[in-house]
């Protein structure tokens, strides 16, 4: 029997770790063994990833699917393994980013580089949820690549929310969302200055919620310190992680989604946004113009008046409040699950059509 298996640093709810979830659901239906290897596991079900080749038999045929991370003996594992190769391009922070906060994320983040680079010329299949994606596999020498989006059941957003929970998020003035972890390169800080602009020219009484947890701890003290130059701690919340229901519910009080990130691999709460009806107003980076696609207003520049600008437009028209919120519904049926799992089986089709 072929079998296909998953290999990840850590496995734990979230982008990646649902991605994996479907993933491996898609290779059972197919017949196809499929575990899960992990050197850490937090809140999903996985082995650990020494149990390959001694307590899970490895056969010459069998099909290891890396999905990159974070520098980790994990890939050492896989890169030293005879099976093939198949690499699964989520996203790897550059070092700068982090760099002049958390100096001790720097070896492993060059680490996982590195790992990689090595993976790339050795995998006969690299598969990346976006273009953006690619073009570094590409660059880094991987020989067959292709593109398939992240593996997302956009039906299990739509949560049971309690209607006082969304009515407790009302505010006088538009509110702001932005969801994602607290990280440099996802540069909350240019938007908490776009955002002091909105509240100085156009909506004096405007709210904004920052949901998510903290990859830098340092960051998101200079972020404290910055909303208090600027005399909004009343109108900046940071949440910290929330449940799924809670973050359904933010999606739901808020008037616009706002992100100016300058590195995403794929950007899921953009599709979590437009699937809740939630205008987006984004910074053209990386892979967010290909998952934004028709869905939202991408900008070309994020400077905070024009920002600023963007949104208020968004918030205030509502004519063109409803064509984005129509646009993103629809740019969304390319991200369904049928459509995303097909893509993902064409992609596996000339390694795994041969085991």
Request: glycine share 8%.
């Amino acid at each position: 029997m072929t079998a296909v298996h998953h290999f990840v640093p850590t496995y734990e709810p979230g982008a990646v770790g649902g991605h994996i979830v479907e993933m491996q659901r898609l290779c059972r239906e197919q017949g196809w063994e499929s575990e899960v290897f992990t050197e850490h596991v937090r809140g999903l079900p996985g082995r650990d990833f020494r149990e390959y080749g001694r307590q899970v038999p490895a056969r010459p045929d069998d099909v290891l699917v890396y999905h990159v991370a974070i520098g980790s003996p994990v890939a050492d594992l896989v890169l030293a393994r005879p099976e093939r190769l198949v690499l699964d391009h989520h996203n790897l922070t550059p070092v700068p980013f982090f760099a002049p906060w958390e100096p001790w994320m720097i070896h492993g983040l060059a680490w996982g580089r590195a790992q990689l680079a090595a993976l790339a010329e050795r995998a006969v299949l690299g598969i990346a949820d976006s273009s953006y994606n690619e073009s570094e596999l590409r660059e880094l020498g991987c020989a067959r690549t292709a593109v398939a989006p992240i593996l997302l059941d956009l039906d299990q957003l739509d949560r049971d929310v309690a209607p006082d929970r969304v009515a407790s998020l009302a505010t006088a003035g538009s509110t702001w969302l932005f969801v994602g972890r607290i990280a440099p390169n996802k540069c909350h800080h240019d938007l908490i200055k776009a955002f002091a602009v909105y509240r100085r020219v156009y909506d004096g009484d405007a709210v904004l919620r920052i949901v998510g947890g903290s990859a830098s701890d340092r960051y998101v003290e200079a972020l404290g310190d910055l909303v208090r130059a600027l005399q909004l701690d009343a109108a900046v919340a940071f949440t910290g992680g929330v449940s799924d229901a809670d973050l359904t519910a933010h999606y739901r009080a808020a008037d616009v989604y706002v992100s100016v990130s300058e590195h995403e691999g794929f950007c899921v709460p953009l599709l979590e946004a437009m699937h809740n009806g939630v205008p987006v107003v984004a910074f053209g980076s990386t892979a967010v113009p290909e998952t934004l696609g028709s869905g939202g207003l991408c900008l070309p520049l994020k400077d905070p008046g024009t920002v600023a600008a963007a949104v208020h437009r968004v918030v205030s028209d509502d004519t063109a409040r409803a064509a984005l919120v129509t646009a993103g519904r629809a740019h969304l049926r390319s991200f369904s699950l049928p459509v995303t799992r097909q893509r993902m089986l064409d992609a596996l089709a000339p390694v795994v059509g041969g085991a």
